[in-house]
């Protein structure tokens, strides 16, 4: 069975960097896309990045120039660095993975920015 987890999340004053981790139970070269989405209090689940096979990626306009997303195929985990964080980045992170028929979730991890 295919297992994604996160971890990283926590409590962050504003301005300040998170680390997301996202470790697979198989090789994150078998993954066609790896994404992290996060959902607000009331909100719906959103795009926040995504990078393909081949490392192409693309941001939410929200997170551009202050997230990055890569992947380790040697490590067999995806990542999301998060510089510069808002209280509007507070949310559930989930990170997602495309196979080739099916697609995956893991179970969200935490960011809390506040003073």
């Known amino acids: 069975q295919v297992q994604l987890v996160e971890s990283g999340g926590g409590l962050v004053q504003p301005g300040g960097s998170l680390r997301l981790s996202c470790a697979a139970s198989?090789?994150?070269?078998?993954?066609?896309?790896m994404a992290w989405y996060r959902q607000g209090p009331g909100t719906q689940r959103d795009l926040v990045a995504i990078i393909t096979k081949s490392g192409s990626t693309n941001y939410a306009d929200s997170v551009k120039g202050r997230f990055t997303i890569s992947r380790d195929n040697a490590e067999n985990a995806a990542y999301l660095q998060m510089n510069s964080l808002k209280p509007e980045d507070t949310a559930l992170y989930y990170c997602y993975g495309k196979l080739r028929f099916d697609t995956y979730w893991g179970q969200g991890t935490q960011v809390t920015v506040s003073s």
């Open positions: 198989l090789s994150i070269n078998n993954f066609y896309d």
